[in-house]
């Protein structure tokens, strides 16, 4: 059981790395148009798949929040836009994962019962 554990986090943890690797690689060479959408959708079936703490994207999501005036400072101003929607995507894919501990938890009061 410590096992999985250790695999899940292990691979939240690398699929996270890769989607920023991703991101960053993107940003200079310009693969696709709009990667960044089916990167997030990536991290969301990962965090679904693998029960990843919903604590995690929101964690991430603040310290983007936390970095952008800083960009806004330096007259970053596109980066800090690009970051804030980031942030954003970062929210949603915490409360989507949030509302499912909610709806499996809810599940398993009423079978123990």
């Known amino acids: ?3 999985m554990k250790k695999l899940k986090a292990f691979l939240g943890y690398f699929s996270l790395l890769l989607i920023v690797i991703l991101i960053i690689s993107n940003y200079y060479f310009n693969f696709v148009e709009n990667i960044e959408n089916y990167v997030f959708l990536f991290y969301l079936l990962v965090v679904l798949i693998l029960n990843v703490n919903s604590k995690i994207p929101v964690i ?3 310290f ?3 970095i952008i005036p800083f960009l806004l400072y330096f007259e970053k101003n596109l980066l800090a836009d690009q970051l804030t929607i980031y942030a ?3 929210l949603i894919i915490g409360v989507i994962k949030q509302i499912r501990n909610l709806i499996v938890e809810k599940i398993n009061k009423k079978t123990n019962k």
């Open 1 to 3: 059981m410590i096992e």
């Open 64 to 66: 983007l929040l936390v």
């Open 88 to 90: 954003y995507y970062f």
């Open 60 to 62: 991430i999501a603040l």
